[in-house]
């Protein structure tokens, strides 16, 4: 089992900046697929970005050329660099991890393990 645990939210002013961590624990985070999930009121859970355990990387529209995902296998932390901030990034923000495999999956359903998330408020 893996046990992650975000942090790194909070509240800026629209442009702004913001680096969420995800610690990981009880395995390697290099084995799975990482993502980083938001979910604003109201709405399903989306998947904003992901690196796969073959470090392939998948960014959903919205946030392409803002946000950077990462890891860091030694530290085994998932890390979301998020710039130029928006006040429709307004979400909670998830991190999680799916064992690794031939197919990449975007829903939340298909990933196995959750922190308990972090909420980013971007003000306008």
């Known amino acids: 089992q893996v046990q992650l645990v975000e942090s790194g939210g909070g509240s800026v002013q629209a442009g702004g900046s913001l680096r969420l961590s995800c610690a990981a624990s009880?395995?390697?985070?290099?084995?799975?697929?990482m993502g980083w999930f938001r979910q604003a009121p109201g709405k399903e859970r989306e998947l904003v970005a992901s690196?796969?355990?073959?470090?392939?990387?998948y960014y959903t529209n919205s946030v392409k050329g803002r946000f950077t995902i990462s890891r860091d296998i030694a530290k085994n932390t998932l890390y979301l660099q998020m710039n130029s901030l928006k006040p429709e990034d307004t979400a909670a923000y998830y991190c999680?991890?799916?064992?690794?495999?031939?197919?990449?999956?975007?829903?939340?359903?298909?990933?196995?393990?959750w922190g308990p998330g972090t909420q980013v408020t971007v003000s306008s």
């Open positions: 999680a991890a799916k064992s690794g495999g031939s197919v990449f999956y975007r829903d939340a359903q298909s990933y196995d393990y």
């Open positions: 009880g395995r390697t985070i290099g084995n799975y697929d």
């Open positions: 690196i796969r355990w073959s470090g392939a990387y």
